[in-house]
């Protein structure tokens, strides 16, 4: 039989984070696709629309006017999933039916007042104005909430509802399963090896160098070993901040770097506004806040395309059923990545 080779034999790898395995299999990297294609995204937005409610001076749906914003802009959504004042639900001890209280608010973020700029079409002295502003909102929301979560859908097949540059802040009273695994796995990491474990983590891909897709020396951006989505990347921070709220201006700085380099290379692989949705993953907050040395703060970019601008990835299936399971290898996706200019956005060559 022939020696194991990762870019062609079929293997799972696990997940550290979640304690989740995945199933690799790049030896179907060669086969025809025949399913779905979706419609190609417009690019082409007018940067004012009187009838987005995103818009600075319109009306939104629960009549509130938003003020001409020229920089971010924050309200609480009007239709949040979680709101602060509700009766808690009754006790009930079966096992097969238990409920749990759940309190919390809901926000939307406004990156820029013009409704045809993304992330990477911004300046970095924009995306700083968006980092200091999700900082200033976590910092209000933590005081408050165990969990503060920054999350931002782009694009309508990631579930983007509104075509203007934004994202949510949701605050709950209650630790969420994905943070709550997080939380666990780290701490077992750390009783057991003494470092948190994204610090590890960290210096061996610096070592390994073949799933970095940028750096610089306060953050790390790889496609993780264990990644799931075909072009996943982890934004990985390199200065022992546990919080987004723990960084420093030089750090902030060199974040809006990152996020404008690895945005423009999203858009540059398939030249299109590329799809995603990432989030802030830090220790926990409010009464979970003195137990957090075996957090590392980092972002995660789960984007849906596999092979064009139209052809995505389905959590379906097998994935659905069983486990993830991806074709393209981590190795192979950072080397495209990596390859590909972060400088300057496709569209300036149009
Ligand atoms: P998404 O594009 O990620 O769905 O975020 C847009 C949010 O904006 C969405 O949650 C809110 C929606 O509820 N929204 C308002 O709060 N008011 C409006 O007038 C329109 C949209």
Redesign the pocket.
């Known amino acids: 039989m022939a020696t194991f080779d990762s870019t062609k034999h079929q293997h799972t790898r696990f997940n550290p984070l979640t304690g989740q395995w995945i199933l690799v299999s790049p030896h179907r990297m060669q086969r025809p696709w025949s399913g779905q294609e979706e419609q190609p995204q417009r690019i082409d937005l007018p940067d004012f629309d009187p009838n987005n409610?995103?818009c600075p001076g319109v009306i939104?749906?629960?009549g509130v006017k938003n003020p001409i914003y020229t920089s971010t802009f924050v309200?609480t959504?009007?239709?949040?999933a979680l709101l602060e004042d509700v009766p808690l639900p009754p006790k009930d001890d079966d096992p097969l039916f238990k409920t749990g209280g759940a309190r919390g608010t809901?926000k939307?973020m406004c990156f820029h007042p013009k409704s045809n700029k993304t992330l990477p079409l911004m300046t970095p002295k924009e995306i700083r104005s968006v980092i200091d502003a999700w900082i200033k909102e976590y910092n209000l929301l933590s005081s408050k909430y165990p969990w503060v979560q920054i999350f931002?859908?782009k694009g309508a097949s990631m579930?983007?509802?509104?075509p203007h540059p934004?994202?949510?802040i949701w605050a709950c009273s209650f630790l969420p399963n994905e943070p709550y695994l997080k939380d666990e796995n780290l701490r077992r990491y750390f009783q057991t090896h003494g470092a948190p474990l994204l610090e590890d983590y960290v210096e061996k891909e610096i070592i390994r160098k073949e799933r970095i897709v940028l750096e610089n020396p306060d953050w790390l951006v790889v496609v993780p070993f264990w990644a799931s989505w075909p072009f996943e990347t982890m934004v990985v921070s390199r200065n022992g901040n546990r919080r987004i709220s723990d960084l420093n201006q030089q750090q902030i700085n060199n974040l809006a770097i990152v996020i404008k380099e690895l945005t423009t290379k999203y858009d540059n692989l398939f030249k299109c506004s590329f799809p995603y949705s990432m989030g802030w993953h830090g220790a926990p907050t409010g009464d979970f806040s003195n137990s957090d040395s075996h957090w590392t703060l980092h972002a995660v970019y789960y984007p849906p395309l596999l092979r064009s601008a139209t052809v995505r990835k389905f959590m379906v299936g097998f994935e659905l059923l069983c486990q993830a399971q991806r074709d393209l290898t981590p190795e192979h996706a950072a080397a495209k990545l990596r390859q590909l200019c972060g400088k300057k956005h496709y569209t300036e060559h149009i």
Do not use: M
Request: hydrophobic residues 25%; glycine residues 4%; negative net charge.
């Open positions: 409610p995103l939104r749906a629960n309200f959504n009007d239709f949040p809901c939307v931002e859908n579930g983007c509802s509104n934004h994202c949510q």
